[in-house]
């Protein structure tokens, strides 16, 4: 079993920048493909961006693609979201995940990631 508590969320405005934290429970979280997706109200929840393993592959949504960046340290049981230039439409819950798969692909819908954590929320105004 492994938890997930994300931070760094907050009210920002447009152009504005956050960095979101999510720490894991397990010590052995290099052995999981991780993401971070985001809802917002009335909408389904959806792929953001996943990191591999080790943290040398990564993928990106397009619409946040060359704003968002992931980064981990596995050492610190911690991956980040650096999100720069938000928008109001990036406006939504965060929630990091982490994958159980053992080939430790990057996948970008929820019923391939096996945690989750409670999400933080990110409110950017106009």
């Known amino acids: 079993q492994v938890q997930l508590v994300e931070s760094g969320g907050g009210l920002v405005q447009a152009g504005d920048s956050l960095r979101l934290s999510c720490v894991a429970s397990?010590?052995?979280?290099?052995?999981?493909?991780m993401a971070w997706f985001r809802q917002a109200p009335g909408k389904e929840r959806v792929f953001v961006v996943g990191i591999s393993r080790s943290g040398d592959s990564t993928y990106y949504s397009d619409s946040v693609k060359g704003r968002f960046t992931i980064s981990r340290d596995n050492a610190k049981n911690t991956v980040y979201l650096q999100m720069n230039s938000l928008k109001p439409e990036d406006t939504a819950v965060y929630h990091c995940?982490?994958?159980?798969?053992?080939?430790?692909?990057?996948?970008?819908?929820?019923?391939?990631?096996?945690?989750w954590g409670q999400g933080t929320q990110v409110t950017v105004s106009s």
């Open positions: 995940a982490v994958t159980a798969s053992r080939y430790g692909n990057i996948y970008t819908t929820t019923d391939r990631y096996d945690y």
């Open positions: 397990t010590r052995t979280l290099n052995k999981y493909a």
